[in-house]
């Protein structure tokens, strides 16, 4: 069993809709990163977080450390949001990140 | 634009033959890690620099090394090249080791290994 896990493993929608990935964990953490890799490979940190919610733009990001589950959610989705979104989790006592396989998100015009 | 950038972009080598991957991290930034990502994969932790040396290390063998420079630079270095060590590799440079500081990482350096 992977320590972190991502659901959907693709998510194909239409420009507009109200997007969700979702992230489970088993490693013992109190933060959680949410990264966005494109076509290419160049991975950008899109949250850092540790309780609650945060929000950037048309992106929330939201966390229950006690459930340890994450989602992040994409508000009026665009074709250019396409792209993998990663979830990765800091062991506690070492420096290790350990990251989902991601979900592969397509929107369609 | 996250101010790591790697060295070169995409590398062809032959099984058996060493290889050199450069990361330029961000100024002032102590922490550098490497991570290979192969296709359909998440990233898999390699190891961690921190103030020149190493801070943590993932289940790679020793001929995956590391070096890391006062100029905030630094080096993963593959000897004796398999055909599985085809992949991306990612450099990410943060403030802080830990898992708890903001990340920012490179483009990557696709390896192909023939």
């Known amino acids: 069993k992977n320590e972190v896990e991502q659901s959907p493993q693709n998510l194909t929608a239409q420009e507009g809709e109200f997007i969700t990935i979702n992230c489970s964990y088993s490693v013992g953490i109190s933060a959680l990163h949410w990264l966005q890799q494109h076509p290419g490979g160049g991975i950008v940190s899109l949250f850092m977080?540790?309780?609650g919610k945060k929000k950037h733009g048309r992106l929330i990001a939201t966390i229950n450390i006690q459930e340890k589950h994450s989602s992040l959610h994409i508000t009026a989705s665009h074709p250019r949001d396409s792209a993998v979104y990663i979830c990765?989790?800091?062991?506690?006592?070492?420096?290790?990140?350990?990251f989902g396989t991601g979900t592969r998100l397509t929107i369609i015009p | 634009e996250t101010g790591v950038t790697q060295s070169p972009t995409h590398l062809i080598k032959t099984r058996g033959q060493q290889v050199t991957l450069r990361c330029s991290s961000q100024s002032g930034h102590n922490t550098v890690s490497w991570y290979q990502q192969a296709l359909g994969q998440g990233p898999q932790f390699i190891f961690q620099?921190?103030?020149?040396?190493?801070?943590g290390r993932g289940n790679f063998p020793p001929r995956f090394s590391g070096l890391q420079f006062p100029n905030y630079s630094s080096e993963l270095n593959v000897n004796a090249l398999e055909l599985d060590d085809s992949a991306l590799y990612l450099c990410a440079s943060s403030l802080e080791p830990g898992g708890f500081t903001e990340a920012f990482f490179g483009q990557g350096t696709r390896l192909t290994v023939v």
């Open positions: 990765a989790a800091p062991n506690f006592g070492n420096e290790k990140l350990t």
């Open positions: 977080l540790s309780s």
């Open positions: 620099y921190y103030r020149e040396e190493e801070n």
